[in-house]
Nanobody, 124 residues
Framework: QVQLVESGGGLVQAGGSLRLSCVASGNIFRINVMGWYRQASGKQRELVATVTNGGSTNYADSVKGRFTISRDNAKNTVYLQMNSLKPEDSAVYYC??????????????????WGQGTLVTVSS
């Protein structure tokens, strides 16, 4: 069973930086996508950024140029470097993982696994 554990959240002033980490453990397939989502109070969970095992990245428009997602495949760890933080970045940040494998010669996507979340608060 795959588990995700996030760390690195906290309180920071606007314009500051934080780095989030997420370590995955368990039976992790080689082909996988790890990412970060966030959910602010009273709002729906939204995509922040994703990165494939090959290093391809995808970002929400709201964080492009400020956040950088990266991963260390050897450590099964994904990072989110957040710079120039704004109060509207305040949210619980969740790590996410899904994998791809073949079943009977057909590629299938495994159910997503979520971490417990880490709170990021940006003060103005």
């Amino acid at each position: 069973q795959v588990q995700l554990v996030e760390s690195g959240g906290g309180l920071v002033q606007a314009g500051g930086s934080l780095r989030l980490s997420c370590v995955a453990s368990g039976n992790i397939f080689r082909i996988n996508v790890m990412g970060w989502y966030r959910q602010a109070s009273g709002k729906q969970r939204e995509l922040v950024a994703t990165v494939t095992n090959g290093g391809s990245t995808n970002y929400a428009d709201s964080v492009k140029g400020r956040f950088t997602i990266s991963r260390d495949n050897a450590k099964n760890t994904v990072y989110l470097q957040m710079n120039s933080l704004k109060p509207e970045d305040s949210a619980v940040y969740y790590c996410d993982l899904y994998m791809k494998t073949t079943v009977g010669g057909v590629w299938v996507r495994t159910p997503e696994v979520w971490g417990q979340g880490t709170l990021v608060t940006v003060s103005s």
